[in-house]
């Protein structure tokens, strides 16, 4: 199974980009849609999460300036990043839990210029 990331590129700091991942419509009994992304030399991280409840959780290096959200009907999750920081720079994979499994994106690539 795989989840189809989109909206990566390249973006001055201060400038927002907006990711969005869509899995199968296939896959049922979602309990966590999120994003992580791994910087070059660098071991992936969380960055944030979304239940089906909607319950959110971020990570400090981007609370107040990532923001996640998802459409449960659609098996979609979207990030939408402002004040895009050089550091944010990395390959963002999108990440989907269920009761019995866990899936992954491709990655989607964003760099952050100074």
């Known amino acids: 199974v795989q989840l189809q990331a989109s909206g990566g590129g390249l973006v001055q700091a201060g400038g927002s980009l907006r990711l969005s991942c869509a899995a199968p419509?296939?896959?049922?009994?979602?309990?966590?849609m999120g994003w992580y992304r791994q910087a070059p030399g660098k071991q992936r991280e969380l960055v944030a999460t979304?239940?089906?409840?909607?319950?959110?959780y971020y990570a400090d290096s981007v609370k107040g300036r990532f923001s996640i959200s998802n459409v449960n009907t659609m098996n979609t999750v979207y990030l939408q990043m402002n004040s895009l920081k050089p550091e944010d720079t990395a390959v963002y994979y999108c990440?989907?839990?269920?009761?019995?499994?866990?899936?992954w994106g491709q990655g989607t690539q964003v760099t952050v210029s100074s």
């Open positions: 419509r296939n896959i049922f009994n979602i309990n966590t």
């Open positions: 990440n989907v839990e269920t009761i019995r499994s866990n899936y």
């Open positions: 979304i239940t089906s409840g909607g319950s959110t």
